[in-house]
């Protein structure tokens, strides 16, 4: 397998759980979340600060994503309780958590490359030769892992009350549910989600960098409408394989413009950003076609 | 038994759009009563319903649910004992969920969700045997998504899911307006049965007079806020829908045409 190939994949596979988030709250909860730019960072900042410290890689990793999980309380907080709009709370998450990202690490990039990553970590476990030979392994078990977790979680009493609750509030409130609760755990799991994604990216990078969020829900969102696209009125366990699917495809699709220079480097977001405002104009159109009201 | 003491209730208080909707009512719902409420736009029928549910608040008065004080409970609180049914058929369901799994949220009304399996293999069959009856073929159709359902099929449902858990009082907010007249009928037809078998007390809005007067066992008409006819019983089943129409016109209520064609 040629390297581009390779590392589109284990690109692919480290950022689906970033894509499975924007999932959870675009999609579950019906709520475009802008916290995920600012939570994706604190992710990496929070995993490289903790390795530097000396905190062994796979404890980093829990604590990114607990931390993400605390970004998202606070802004279904803000949202919930204090009545702020979702973009608006997400807006507030996203800017507030520049800060606490530039706390965290004390600058606006920490190095990994002389300590030991969970990459290094299951090289070691496999006996492979590079630590980015680890890439596509660690990422197909993460995967397993989150989508394992998540199928389980949605099939429980409160999943189901979360899901009921992003497609009508109405409904779950008349059924004794607080929707406040319901959505303030959905931003929890959705940024513990994209904080996890965002510490094994820093770790496949080998760098946290402060400005490693930007565009990471139009990456994420990106990832779901690919995703999609093969997940028609499918089982839940299939739409999340479809958007790791969706993930792979964009990487794929990234690396092969870039590669014959179609697009420079430095327009990737652009051209992100075009693909995803087309892709879902696209889709709108083709529900008007074909006569599908979605309630 | 429902009672509603003092109710005061303002809109936009202050501001040129001030609205008083409610200046000291005071209603009693009997244990077992199915009171159907009439009245033109504007009356305060929905406005009434909803702060009985909880959906907003009000600046005055008290609410006891079975002696029991529910002034203070939140919506989600008070939902816990009440069946609300909405006039929109969407409202009342999750369209991404399957039918059993709606009714497994309703099932855990009033239950703290915890992190155990959402629905039971035993529960699909008391599911089965519950929708057999309602004639729609929707035991047939268990793991189908709702949002793939009529607008009847979802408010039938609706109705069974707020009757699964029996609750202390049934709140229907004009349920089978959005729907055509058969299927309205099919829908007032399982109320009734609903109501009666589980001895529900039932507060039902309806722009319709005839259904008000031959559905339940006691009519309430409003006018700007105020209750201005309460009967039950014999009086009830004499009244006609021209005396209706004729208080109406009495009161100066203002009469919309769905009312007029009922």
Redesign the interface.
Known sequence: MSSVLSSAIAQGLLWSILAIGIYVTYRLLNISDLTSEGSFTLGAAVTAFSIVAGVPPILAVLLAALCGALAGTVTGLLHTKMHIPSLLAGILSMTGLYSVNLRVMGKANIPLNQVDTILSNLKDLLHLARDRGAAIPLGILAVALVIGLLVW?F???????I??C???D??????????DKLKIAGFAIANALIALSGSLVCQYNGYADVQMGIGAIVVGLASVIIGEVFAKDKSFVFVLLSIVLGSVIYRLIVAFVINTSIVSANDMKLFTAVLVALAIWFTDLSQRKGGKK?? | MLEIKGLCKTFNPGTINEKKVFEDLSLTLNSGDFVTVIGGNGAGKSTLLNMIAGTYPFDKGQLLLDGKDITKL????R??FM??V?QDP????????SIA??L???R????R???????TEAEREEYRALLAPLGLGLEERLTEKV?LLSGGQRQALTLL??TLVRPQLLLLDEHTAALDPKTAQIVLDLTNELVQRDQLTTLMITHNMRDALKTGNRLIMMSEGKIILDINGEAKKQATVSDLLALFEQNNASLDDKMLLG
């Open positions: 979680f099939n429980t009493e409160f999943g189901y009350a899901v009921a992003g497609n009508n109405h409904m779950i409130i008349a059924n004794g549910v607080s929707s979605h309630a | 939140k919506e989600y609180e939902a816990a069946g609300h909405f969407l409202l009342g369901t999750c369209s991404n969920l799994e709606n497994s949220i309703a855990r009304k009033g239950k969700r915890t992190l155990r399996r959402g629905i949002g899911m707020a």
